[in-house]
């Protein structure tokens, strides 16, 4: 089993910066992905970026530029570095991990409230 805590969420001004982290404890294998997805209101949740077990990272077209999906070490800990940010980021934001066979286990975090305000 994989828990997933976020961290980080809170209030920005538009153009600032937040930095969410997500500590990830139990079984984490070493083939997992993981990632970040975000939920605005009354919209569904999306895939904001995601990190492979070799370092390869995707993004949304929404954040490319912007937001920084980075690991450490040991793995037990993902960031989310986003800068420039803008009212349209306003969400939760949900650490996620996929794990096992074929990535068929799937985990998620409570998620953090991210706010951008004009």
């Known amino acids: 089993q994989v828990q997933l805590v976020e961290s980080g969420g809170g209030s920005v001004q538009a153009g600032g910066s937040l930095k969410l982290s997500c500590a990830a404890s139990?079984?984490?294998?070493?083939?997992?992905?993981m990632g970040w997805h975000r939920q605005a209101p009354g919209k569904g949740r999306d895939l904001v970026s995601i990190?492979?077990?070799?370092?390869?990272?995707n993004y949304a077209d929404s954040v490319k530029g912007r937001f920084t999906i980075s690991q450490d070490n040991t793995k037990n800990t993902l960031f989310l570095q986003m800068n420039s940010l803008k009212t349209e980021d306003t969400a939760v934001y949900y650490c996620?991990?996929?794990?096992?066979?074929?990535?068929?286990?799937?985990?998620w975090g409570q998620g953090t409230q991210v706010t951008v305000s004009s």
């Open positions: 990190i492979t077990s070799d370092g390869t990272t």
């Open positions: 996620w991990a996929a794990c096992g066979r074929w990535y068929g286990d799937h985990y």
């Open positions: 139990g079984h984490i294998f070493s083939n997992c992905r």
